[in-house]
């Protein structure tokens, strides 16, 4: 089983900042990949951002240039630094993470959700 601690959601006015960690516990290794999803009313669960297990970034077109993926050297948190937010990007940011990616053996996990809710 894996546990998810996410943080760092909340309300900001256009053009804010806000940083999203997500830290993995329980039957986590390192060998995995991590990343954002997500989800405003009305529409399905949308990728944010991704971090490979060997450090790949991968951003959506509506974030680039805004948002930045990163993540701890035990590659068991993953940090979402988000800036120049727009009200478009008011949603529930999931994190989750892929143990054994790439594999027959590769399983996803979910975070709870935080809200991020832009607005002035």
């Known amino acids: 089983q894996v546990q998810f601690l996410e943080s760092g959601g909340g309300l900001v006015q256009p053009g804010g900042s806000l940083r999203l960690s997500c830290a993995a516990s329980?039957?986590?290794?390192?060998?995995?990949?991590m990343g954002w999803y997500r989800q405003d009313p009305g529409n399905q669960r949308a990728l944010v951002a991704s971090?490979?297990?060997?450090?790949?970034?991968n951003y959506a077109d509506s974030v680039k240039g805004r948002f930045t993926i990163s993540r701890d050297n035990a590659r068991t948190t993953v940090y979402l630094q988000m800036n120049g937010l727009k009200p478009e990007d008011t949603a529930v940011y999931y994190c989750?993470?892929?143990?054994?990616?790439?594999?027959?053996?590769?399983?996803?996990?979910w975070g709870q959700g935080t809200q991020v809710t832009v607005s002035s």
């Open positions: 329980g039957s986590v290794s390192s060998f995995n990949a």
């Open positions: 989750y993470i892929d143990l054994r990616p790439g594999t027959v053996w590769s399983r996803r996990y």
């Open positions: 971090i490979t297990y060997g450090g790949i970034t």
